[in-house]
Nanobody
Framework: QVQLVESGGGLVQPGESLRLSCVAS????????MGWYRQAPGKERELVAI???????NYADSVKDRFTISRDNAKNMVYLQMNSLEPEDTAVYYC??????WGQGTQVIVSS
């Protein structure tokens, strides 16, 4: 059974940082693209960042130069380093594997 479990969310003030983690079990991520998505209240889920199996990355314009996605295939994990957080980044963040597996999400709230 494939599971993706996110962690690292929380409440932070604008300008602060968070690092989200996603660990996969029941499946090896090495050969798959992995992504982070987010869904804010009343909005549709949107792509935040994606990393290919080869390590190339793409980001939503709204997070470029602030967020960094990375992966550790040996640990079967994916990370999202989020810097200079803004209130608009408030959302539930979801890990996605191979465009078909989803985690349960981790809440990020950016508020003063």
């Amino acid at each position: 059974q494939v599971q993706l479990v996110e962690s690292g969310g929380g409440l932070v003030q604008p300008g602060e940082s968070l690092r989200l983690s996603c660990v996969a079990s029941g499946w090896i991520i090495r050969f798959s693209a992995m992504g982070w998505y987010r869904q804010a209240p009343g909005k549709e889920r949107e792509l935040v960042a994606i990393i290919s199996s080869a390590g190339s990355t793409n980001y939503a314009d709204s997070v470029k130069d602030r967020f960094t996605i990375s992966r550790d295939n040996a640990k079967n994990m994916v990370y999202l380093q989020m810097n200079s957080l803004e209130p608009e980044d408030t959302a539930v963040y979801y890990c996605n594997g191979a465009s078909k597996f989803w985690g349960q999400g981790t809440q990020v709230i950016v508020s003063s």
